[in-house]
């Protein structure tokens, strides 16, 4: 055991060596390996295939320069990425964000867990993720557009419906997908695989925009239930107001849980009453207006400044579905305080080391983003397959595809964590039943 952790240990030093910038993608590693040494005592052929130094190396990376005009007619310039991280069990696939925080690291954080996120899903689908450090609030249309086409005149040489298959992140939504996709349609005729989270216009598919937020709830009420418990009277602790948090406040109230938070890059609104979500999802989405707006129109609401996570509010089940290390070590301390028994997460790693550390340490139930949040890009596939097909399904499938994708997913979790003896440790559980798949693919295909 102790030569296994060496080995770990000497092929993060690597790549810290390698890559000593890139703190997002050296944690997303840091975090991920250590959870690996039972299966690499069960299986040493993963070892001697040097399989751990191949599956944490980008297959390809992509930097490019993207000039566009503003409305001044002034030449900006931004940087865009597409990291293609595997294709061991599929074409690459995953979201494309736009936002000021975007760099190479962030960027290759995201594919490394969108590889083990898509394995999970049991989808034929490698992992992938691209962006740019354009940011899209305050722009106007036209310049969202001319960022957009400029964008894809250069993606679009790496993509394709059987070889890599983007969709949006943060900053990147059915407005810019569809200026995405028109320009891949100009320059390559119109291949509607090529993209997913589209319009249902022209090819997107029904309960895409509700699914990473619905399949967060799904995988938290399997949790639950695997403990004798459900979420009906549950208080819940949310973060961000995008897709992810707005349907996952959604399902949560339907499914009985009163959700007292959600939260922006300013501060957060607290309803001791519950949040109303269809007043919550007028304002964003039809309004376009901050949540703020929401405290203004509800009595007993109120928009606080700051962190929801220093926040001392008594409850149940924290969600955190607004970014990467929203909650440190600190944030995990309220939240122990505030009386949280479960954290199950909707952002891309949202929880930072030391914040793991607390959920350890105080016994709290937790289900990681590669398990959790993977509601979306399972849809996104799902989309592919209707494009492939011809065929537009019923809202009613997906979602029963949706919630079959998501236990499913929780039970691969479950039969890893009784396979290694891992104990409630259901992360690492996650982690080693997505490896494994993308080992033996990785196997079975050679030094490729």
């Known amino acids: 055991m102790a030569q296994l952790k060496d080995y770990l240990n000497q092929v993060q030093v690597t790549l810290t060596q390698r890559d000593p910038d890139q703190s997002e993608f050296l944690e997303a590693v840091a975090n991920f390996l250590p959870a690996l040494v039972p299966v690499l005592k069960q299986h040493p052929e993963y070892i001697q295939a040097n399989i751990l130094e191949r599956v944490i190396e980008p297959e390809r990376v992509i930097q490019f320069r993207v000039p566009w005009l503003d409305d001044q007619n002034q030449v900006r310039v931004n940087r865009g990425f597409r990291v293609q991280f595997n294709s061991a069990i599929g074409p690459y696939k995953g979201g494309l964000r736009f936002h000021p925080s975007v760099n190479l690291a962030i960027i290759k954080f995201l594919g490394f867990e969108q590889t083990f996120k898509n394995s999970l899903t049991g989808l034929p689908i490698g992992g992938g993720k691209g962006g740019s450090d354009f940011d899209p609030k305050d722009k106007s249309d036209g310049e969202i557009m001319r960022f957009c086409q400029s964008f894809m005149t250069e993606l679009q040489k790496y993509i394709g419906p059987d070889l890599d298959v983007p969709a949006g992140d943060i900053g990147v939504g059915a407005r810019e997908i569809g200026y995405l996709f028109g320009q891949y349609k100009r320059l390559n005729g119109f291949q509607n695989g090529t993209l997913t989270g589209k319009g249902l216009a022209y090819g997107g598919s029904l309960m895409r925009p509700e699914a990473t937020g619905f399949g967060l709830l799904y995988y938290t009420a399997a949790l639950l239930k695997s403990q004798q418990q459900s979420l009906a009277g549950k208080r819940i602790k949310l973060s961000g107001a995008g897709n992810v948090a707005l349907y996952a406040l959604e399902k949560a109230t339907k499914l009985g849980a009163k959700v007292l938070t959600a939260s922006d890059s300013k501060g957060y609104i607290y309803d001791p009453a519950g949040i109303d979500f269809q007043l919550l999802q007028q304002l964003k989405f039809s309004e376009h207006q901050r949540i703020s707006a929401y405290a203004q129109r ?35 301390q309220q939240l122990v305080a505030d009386g949280v028994k479960t954290v199950v997460e909707g952002a891309n790693m949202p929880s930072t080391p030391e914040a793991l550390k607390v959920y350890h340490q105080a016994g709290i139930l937790f289900g990681p983003a590669k398990a959790a949040n993977a509601g979306g890009v399972a849809v996104s596939a799902l989309e592919m397959s209707q494009n492939s097909q011809r065929l537009a399904w019923p809202a009613t499938k997906v979602d029963h595809q949706l919630q079959t994708i998501m236990q499913t997913i929780f039970n691969q979790v479950i039969h890893a964590v009784e396979t290694y003896d891992l104990g409630r440790d259901y992360a690492a559980g996650a982690n080693i039943a997505a490896f494994t798949k993308v080992a033996d693919a990785m196997l079975a295909q050679g030094i490729v």
């Open 298 to 332: 509800v009595s007993t609401a109120q928009y606080v400044s700051g962190s929801v996570w220093q926040a001392a509010i008594k409850s149940d089940l924290a969600l955190p579905c607004a970014t990467q290390n929203e909650i440190d070590g600190a944030g995990a």
